[in-house]
C-alpha cells in the first residue's frame, strides 16, 4: 500500500472518531440534570467549608488547602461560588460554579475563574451523604500556576445550616 494512502486514511479516520468523540461529550454534558426536590435545595443551600489534597506536579509532595463553597439551588441548577486557599501558592482563588444533579446524591458542577483574565477552568463531582452533611468527591481541571491539568479529592462539611 502506497504510504500516501495509508497516511490519507489514518487522517480521515482519526478525524472521523474525533467528530464522534466531540458529539458525544457534547450530548453528556448538554444532557438535562435532573429535577433537585425542595428537601435537596434545602440541603445544599448554604456554605460548606473543607479541604482538598491535589498531587504535586514535582511528585511525592500534596498540595493542600482550604476550600468554602456557597450554594443556591434551584429547580434543576446550582449556581455559587467556590473560594480556594492554597497552603503551597500562599494565596486565594475564586470561582463560579454551576451545574446540577446527575442523580439524587451526584452534584456535578462546572467551575471557572472569576478573574477573565486568569485561564482556570474545570469539573467537580461530588457526592452528598444520605444525612446531607458532607459532600466528597473531585475535581479535574487546569491549573494556572503549574500550567497543567490538576485533580484533588474534595471533602467539604455543611457549616450553616438553615433556618
Same mark, same amino acid.
Given at each position: 500500500?502506497?504510504?500516501?494512502?495509508?497516511?490519507?486514511?489514518?487522517?480521515?479516520?482519526?478525524?472521523?472518531?474525533?467528530v464522534?468523540?466531540?458529539?458525544?461529550?457534547?450530548? +453528556?454534558?448538554?444532557?438535562?440534570? #435532573? /429535577? &433537585?426536590?425542595?428537601?435537596?435545595q434545602? %440541603?445544599?443551600?448554604?456554605?460548606?467549608k473543607?479541604?482538598?489534597?491535589?498531587?504535586n506536579?514535582t511528585?511525592g509532595?500534596?498540595?493542600?488547602?482550604?476550600?468554602?463553597?456557597? +450554594?443556591?439551588?434551584?429547580?434543576? #441548577? /446550582? &449556581?455559587?461560588?467556590?473560594?480556594?486557599? %492554597?497552603?503551597?501558592?500562599k494565596?486565594?482563588?475564586?470561582?463560579i460554579?454551576?451545574?446540577?444533579?446527575k442523580?439524587?446524591?451526584?452534584?456535578?458542577?462546572?467551575?471557572?475563574?472569576?478573574?477573565?483574565?486568569?485561564?482556570?477552568?474545570g469539573?467537580?463531582?461530588?457526592?452528598?451523604?444520605?444525612n446531607?452533611?458532607?459532600?466528597?468527591g473531585?475535581?479535574?481541571?487546569?491549573?494556572?500556576?503549574?500550567?497543567?491539568?490538576?485533580?484533588?479529592?474534595i471533602?467539604?462539611?455543611?457549616?450553616?445550616?438553615?433556618?
Amino acid at each position: 500500500m502506497d504510504s500516501n494512502l495509508l497516511i490519507t486514511v489514518l487522517s480521515i479516520t482519526v478525524t472521523i472518531i474525533s467528530v464522534f468523540i466531540a458529539v458525544y461529550q457534547i450530548y +453528556l454534558t448538554r444532557k438535562p440534570f #435532573k /429535577v &433537585i426536590t425542595r428537601g435537596r435545595q434545602y %440541603s445544599l443551600e448554604g456554605l460548606w467549608k473543607g479541604k482538598y489534597t491535589q498531587d504535586n506536579k514535582t511528585g511525592g509532595n500534596k498540595l493542600e488547602g482550604e476550600m468554602r463553597l456557597s +450554594l443556591s439551588p434551584g429547580r434543576k #441548577k /446550582v &449556581i455559587g461560588i467556590v473560594t480556594i486557599t %492554597s497552603y503551597y501558592y500562599k494565596k486565594d482563588y475564586e470561582f463560579i460554579v454551576d451545574g446540577g444533579f446527575k442523580a439524587d446524591r451526584f452534584l456535578f458542577l462546572n467551575y471557572w475563574n472569576k478573574n477573565d483574565s486568569v485561564t482556570q477552568f474545570g469539573n467537580i463531582i461530588l457526592e452528598l451523604t444520605s444525612n446531607a452533611e458532607i459532600l466528597k468527591g473531585r475535581f479535574i481541571g487546569y491549573g494556572p500556576e503549574s500550567e497543567k491539568i490538576v485533580t484533588a479529592q474534595i471533602v467539604f462539611n455543611k457549616t450553616i445550616k438553615n433556618k
